[in-house]
């Protein structure tokens, strides 16, 4: 079986079947909800996977790139960032509509309505495309949006995703009600909604999204720490 372990705001971390460990949208130090810290990988990590450039999304991803020696898959932008600054070669770039077979699976990048700003030491010359991911790993598919706002794109994912890995925090991204739609939109098995309620400005009420969403997907709430088996 697979794992997916929320760590937290928008931070997740899938460990295969195999033994591969991926860590997407590394935000640990100053994250009110983290229960772990970067350190809890630097005894092997095999892949990273930024959405965008935002601190909440990438504050320690600098650190762990340069701790682990992970593989980066991200946005053409921020791979070359991490290339021309961080000195980091191991970085492979994508862009929107664009998929790619890796060992661990595919991964497909998907349109995020969202900043570009990448928050980083170095990175005054660099702006990215926030994406989110589709990601096909033993027999399931999963999306996870990144930062988003609702758009008609996400049609185009009906058919395509077993899970989906939504944004509720409203503000800054889909609110609750927004993000119901887009399950509409998308029908996926299950529905694990994320961030939410690191600061009151997105505090939202994730038992209100499940009214919205249930019976066409089941929602699953998960608390930092938690974690759910996928085939």
């Known amino acids: 079986m697979n794992r997916l372990t929320f760590h937290g ?9 195999d033994g591969t460990r991926l860590l997407l949208d590394p935000y640990f130090v100053n994250n ?5 810290g970067p350190d809890h990988f630097h005894d092997g ?21 340069a701790a682990t020696g992970c ?24 862009a929107i509509g664009g998929g790619c ?16 700003r990448i928050d980083a030491p170095g990175a005054e010359g660099y702006t990215c495309t926030p994406a989110g991911f589709v990601l096909h790993i033993g027999e399931t598919r999963l999306y996870f949006a990144g930062d988003t ?15 989906a890995i ?3 925090g409203d503000n800054f991204t889909m609110g609750p009600e927004d993000a ?16 939410y309620g690191s600061w009151p400005l997105i505090e939202q009420d994730p038992e209100y999204f499940r009214t919205l969403v249930e019976p066409r997907s089941d929602v699953l709430v998960m608390a930092p720490g938690d974690s759910y088996e996928f085939k």
């Open 32 to 36: 009110p909800q983290a229960t772990v």
């Open 71 to 94: 593989a980066l898959i991200t946005s053409v932008e921020i791979a070359k960032y991490v290339s021309d600054v961080l000195g980091h070669e191991d970085a492979h770039g994508m």
């Open 101 to 116: 077979d890796f060992p661990f699976g595919r991964v497909k990048m998907t349109s995020a309505p969202h900043g570009g």
């Open 180 to 195: 119901a739609r887009a399950a509409d939109m998308i029908k996926p098995r299950t529905v694990i909604p994320f961030h």
């Open 149 to 163: 706002a609702l758009t008609m794109d996400m049609q185009l994912l009906e058919g395509q995703v077993d899970v």
């Open 45 to 65: 990590l095999d892949y990273m996977l930024l959405t965008h450039g935002h601190w909440d999304h990438s504050e320690d991803a600098w650190d762990l790139l």
């Open 166 to 168: 939504l944004p509720i």
């Open 9 to 17: 705001h928008a931070t997740f971390e899938i460990v295969t079947a």
